[in-house]
């Protein structure tokens, strides 16, 4: 098929047959695997899906690759959801999925953060995203990448870095290297909040004004007696705080407000 890039889509197609095949390997799809593709595009991770899997969901907003699909794939094998993906309910396709796709770069953040929400749903993901999104992703505190994405995911996620992509292997070329990453919902949270609301507060103001310190950031929230009482240096920046910290911040005040 013939398909001119659509912008306001952020479409890139993966074009590298080596590169696919490693990326496929990667995931090891099942048979029986209950596998959903976001941004499914000209088929380049579909085709190779659909050659190991009984059937495969996909999540595409773009018509005229839909009505490409629905005349190229074997109707039974492919179900084809026409949305965005930041509207979609995943809850409707099965209990327990598994997710893949290579996403729009332009709104990888918010579909992120949206699959935080089915995270008791989903088996794992994998994706492929902008080269800079996984490095923040991944993230270790006190390096420049880590910040409230990292510590937001990594609440949630196990997450490894698989592979780097070079700009050659789409159509067209992106301006940036990708890298396909591997991220999977923790069976039992290692540092739960109990006031999860509370903590993405804790986190996103802490992030705020990253170059502020945590006495600045955190003002109205923690003062200095909270701070000793958690042996956190009000002086540090959001940066130099680990996943764990920042739940005990948000504990903390749970408990004493």
């Known amino acids: 098929m013939k398909h001119l890039p659509k912008k306001r889509f952020g479409q890139n197609f993966l074009i590298d047959q080596a590169m696919i095949q490693s990326l496929i390997q990667a995931i090891q799809p099942q048979p029986n695997d209950v596998m959903v ?18 059937h495969l969901h996909v999540v595409e907003i773009d018509r005229d690759i839909i009505t490409w699909m629905q005349g190229y794939y074997p109707a ?48 794992d993901m994998h994706f492929m995203l902008q080269k800079e999104v996984v490095e923040r992703m991944v993230a270790a505190p006190s390096t420049s990448a ?24 789409f159509d067209p070329p992106p301006k940036v290297e990708s890298a396909f990453v591997r991220c999977i919902p923790h069976a039992q949270l290692p540092f739960p909040a109990t006031n999860e609301a509370l903590f993405a507060k804790v ?16 003002k109205g929230l923690l003062d200095d007696t909270g701070f000793a009482a958690l042996a956190i240096d009000s002086q540090l920046r959001a940066e130099n705080l680990s996943v764990a910290q920042f739940v005990a911040i948000s504990n903390f005040l749970a408990a004493t407000h």
Do not use: C, W
């Not at 880590?146 to 292997?169: A, C, D, F, I, W």
């Open 37 to 54: 593709e976001i941004g499914p595009g000209l088929g380049a991770m579909t085709q190779p899906l659909l050659k190991q899997l009984n």
């Open 76 to 123: 039974g094998q492919l179900s084809i959801h026409n949305q965005d993906v930041l509207k979609f309910d995943f809850q409707v396709i099965a209990p327990r999925i598994r997710v893949v796709g290579n996403l729009p770069y332009n709104i990888s953040s918010p579909i992120l953060f949206k699959l935080l929400e089915n995270t008791a749903q989903i088996i």
């Open 146 to 169: 880590y910040g409230r994405l990292s510590v937001m995911l990594q609440y949630r996620l196990q997450m490894e870095y698989l592979v780097t992509v070079p700009p050659e292997s």
């Open 203 to 218: 986190v996103l103001a802490a992030f705020g004004q990253r170059r502020k310190t945590l006495r600045n950031t955190l």
